[in-house]
């Protein structure tokens, strides 16, 4: 298997473990220095840093109920890019979530999805008064 189809088995065995809510896989696929970042407004966006950072995101998000459908993947070189219907609370968006992997595990994850989306269901973030 090339490196590419390796890396597309890394992520589609993600997102089988997540949908099946085996953390622990899913926390296994990840380095021990991941980066993962949510953009947007709502109260689940940021950047994580780290395994713990992460697991306690991911709870957050399991706040509410969550479905995700893997529709397609696309691979080049160390990039894995996941095409997904993502379910919230029973609003459906399409997120295009791009990984990043090396000696086989994953080290970033870009989110890139509806932004109006996780705000509506999660609620914006709120600032801090300065």
Request: proline letters at 1%; hydrophobic letters at 40%; a negative charge.
């Amino acid at each position: 298997m090339s490196e590419q189809e390796n890396n597309k088995e890394l992520i589609k065995r993600g997102y089988e473990a997540f949908s099946a809510g085996d953390v622990e896989t899913v926390m296994d696929l990840f380095d021990d220095d991941v980066e993962w970042v949510q953009p947007g407004a709502s109260s689940v966006s940021g950047t994580f840093h780290g395994k713990a950072e992460v697991m306690e995101y991911m709870g957050r998000l399991a706040e509410r109920s969550m479905s995700v459908n893997l529709k397609r993947l696309i691979a080049e070189g160390d990039t894995v890019v996941a095409i997904t219907d993502v379910t919230v609370d029973g609003q459906t968006g399409e997120d295009a979530d791009v990984f990043t992997i090396r000696n086989g595990k994953t080290v970033r994850a870009e989110m890139h999805g509806d932004t109006a989306l996780m705000e509506k269901v999660y609620g914006k973030k709120e600032l801090a008064a300065g």
